[in-house]
Structures are given as C-alpha cells and as structure tokens.
C-alpha cells in the first residue's frame, strides 16, 4: 500500500503532465507547474511596466541549491505559452510540506 | 505632420530623447545599453530604462509664448541585475551632459523639434531607491519656446 507521501508525489507528477513547466535556475533544468498567472501591463512614467505574478510549483527534492529571492528564473517551456522563453524574478519561496516548494515570480522589473 | 507652436513639452520630451540618445551612442558610453523613453510614452520598459520627463510648465511673461518647463531625467537601473557602481556611472554621464553650460544651445541646435531655447536654470539632483531599482534624477527648468 502507498504511503500519504508517495500519493502525493505521483498526485503531484499527475498534475505536472498535465500543466508542464520546465524552468532553468542557476543553469539547471526543472520539471514542475505553476499556478494560474496573473499578467497586466501598467503605464508610468517612461513607459508600459510589465506586470505579471505567478507561482512555480515544483518538486523541493530536485533542488540541491534551493533558489532564493532576488534570483532569476527562465521559463523554458510553460502550458501558458505567454510566459514561454523569458526571465522573472523570484520574489519569494516557501516550503509549505517539505515535498514540494512554491516559488513566487514577477517580470523582471517588478 | 504640422508642428504646434505650444507643443513645448512634447517638443522638449523628444529633443532630451535625442540628446540621451546621442550621448548613448558615443564610444564607451555608460548607457549604451539602456532604453531611452520619452517621458509620457507607451513603449514597453524592459528592465534598465532612462527617460525625460517635462512634468509641468508655465508661461513666464504670461502671453509671450516663452515657457518655463520643469523637466526631470531619471535614470532607473535594475538594483539586481545591474548593480550599484554601472548605476552611478550612468547617472554621472547624465548628468554631465545635462549640468553643460552650452545646454541651452544643445537644445536650440538639435533638429529634432522646432524649438528655440533661451535658458536652463534651476539644477536639482536627487537619488532614490524604489521596486529594486537605483534612481537618480536631475531636474531643472527650460526656458524655451516653439519655433513654429
């Protein structure tokens, strides 16, 4: 019989084939999925800021280095082909059940 | 497309675009790489970014058509992917080429916009740090006019 821990790991591979995202931090590739992403573009002076939040879901086991706020993270592929091939940066990361880490991101210039 | 005579804001917006620009283009510039907007503009800021910004201006004698035009370059700069020291040296390189005593003929002489100007006077330098950004600004006053 499976245990709660391998439950949600195969729960958690389920929803990843599902809604696959693949990132690169600090020169490694990453398998996971995201929240839904909110993205706007407010005007200010100068010009149009991006505005865009969103949450990566991923496996906390696959990182050795854990990624912390201020890093840059690359979208290389997402099922929200919007946010495909560009750079974010993490804003926060939270380890809510040790199985998996929710890492915040915005644009760039947020 | 006629050129309005009041348009002085806009006219000056783009000739400090022009100026920047120029600057930006000389060999081992600091702001090589930066984006330069106007101030009102709805181009999309990518990260690092400068822009001139005429905030307000007023007729000053009321009915000569002179205006005086309280301007603001900023210059923001990504405190995480850029850093401190490019920061500075960039804000420095701003604001040599706008603290110039021949900026009032810098102005005039650049074909950008029709626009004639008389005087700048009335330097502020400040700096500040929003959004994980570095800004430094220089403010001053344009007394100018449309050529038009």
Not at chain 1, 104 to 110: P, R
Request: glycine letters at 6%; aromatic letters at 8%; a negative charge.
């Amino acid at each position: 019989m499976a245990t709660i821990a391998q439950e949600l790991a195969s729960d958690f591979d389920s929803i990843k084939s599902d809604f696959p995202v693949v990132i690169n931090h600090n020169g490694t590739t990453y398998n996971g999925t995201m929240s839904s992403a909110t993205k706007g573009r407010t005007l200010e002076e100068g010009g149009l800021f991006p505005d865009i939040d969103a949450v990566l879901i991923m496996k906390s086991a696959d990182f050795t280095t854990k990624p912390k706020a201020g890093q840059k993270v690359l979208i290389n592929s997402c099922f929200d082909c919007s946010l495909r091939l560009q750079n974010y940066r993490i804003t926060s990361v939270e380890f809510p059940d040790g199985a998996i880490i929710l890492i915040s991101i915005v644009a760039l210039n947020q | 497309m006629p050129t309005f005579y009041n348009d002085v804001d806009s006219k000056l917006e783009s000739t400090i675009k022009a100026l920047l620009t120029a600057q930006a283009a000389t060999s081992g510039s600091n702001i090589a790489s930066v984006d330069i907007h106007t101030g009102l503009s709805t181009s999309d800021i990518e990260l690092d970014l400068i822009f001139g910004l005429v905030e307000s201006a007023e007729e000053n004698p009321s009915g000569s058509g002179n205006w005086i035009c309280q301007t603001t370059i900023a210059v923001y700069t990504s405190a995480h992917d850029t850093g401190l020291a490019t920061h500075r040296s960039r804000v420095s390189e701003v604001r040599d080429l706008f603290m110039s005593d021949c900026l009032a003929t810098t102005i005039s002489d650049d074909n950008t916009e029709t626009l004639t100007c008389l005087a700048v006077q009335n330097y502020q330098i400040a700096q500040r740090i929003e959004d994980n950004y570095f800004i430094g600004e220089i403010s001053f006053d344009v007394v100018c006019y449309g050529s038009d």
